[in-house]
Nanobody, 124 residues
C-alpha cells in the first residue's frame, strides 16, 4: 500500500519561508519521478516542480525557479520543497506525487500516487 504524507504547511506573511516535507511508504522514491503540485479551490492542480528518478534532474515551473528548491533524502524516502520569499499568490494546497515508470513528469495526469496535501497560506 503506497502512502505519501505531506507536512510543513502553515500560515506565513509575504516574504516568509516554509519547508514542506513528503514522506513515502510502500514505494522507493529513487525509483519514481517525483513532483510537487499546488491547487487553489476551484482551479486545476498546478505544476510546481519535478525531479527525475534517482534525482538526476529537476524541472521548475517559471514562478518557482528563483524561490523554490526541491530536494530529497532518499535514505529517509522523504522529499522536500523549500519555499522562500513567499507571495500571497502562492496560497494553495500543496501536494507531492509519485509517478511509476517515468523519468520525469510535469503533468498531474501522469502521476500515480498523491498525498493528501498541506495548506500553505501567505498573507500580505
Amino acid at each position: 500500500h503506497v502512502q505519501l504524507v505531506e507536512s510543513g504547511g502553515g500560515s506565513v506573511q509575504a516574504g516568509g519561508s516554509l519547508r514542506l516535507s513528503c514522506t513515502g511508504s510502500g514505494l522507493i522514491f529513487s525509483g519514481h519521478a517525483m513532483g510537487w503540485f499546488r491547487q487553489v479551490s476551484g482551479n486545476e492542480r498546478e505544476f510546481v516542480v519535478a525531479i527525475t528518478r534517482i534525482g538526476g534532474g529537476v524541472y521548475y515551473a517559471d514562478f518557482a525557479k528563483d524561490r523554490f528548491t526541491i530536494s530529497g533524502d532518499m535514505s529517509k524516502n522523504t522529499l522536500y520543497l523549500q519555499m522562500n520569499n513567499l507571495k500571497p499568490e502562492d496560497t494553495a494546497v500543496y501536494y507531492c506525487a509519485a509517478a511509476r515508470d517515468k523519468m520525469l513528469e510535469v503533468n498531474a495526469a501522469g502521476y500515480d500516487y498523491w498525498g493528501q496535501g498541506t495548506q500553505v497560506t501567505v498573507s500580505s
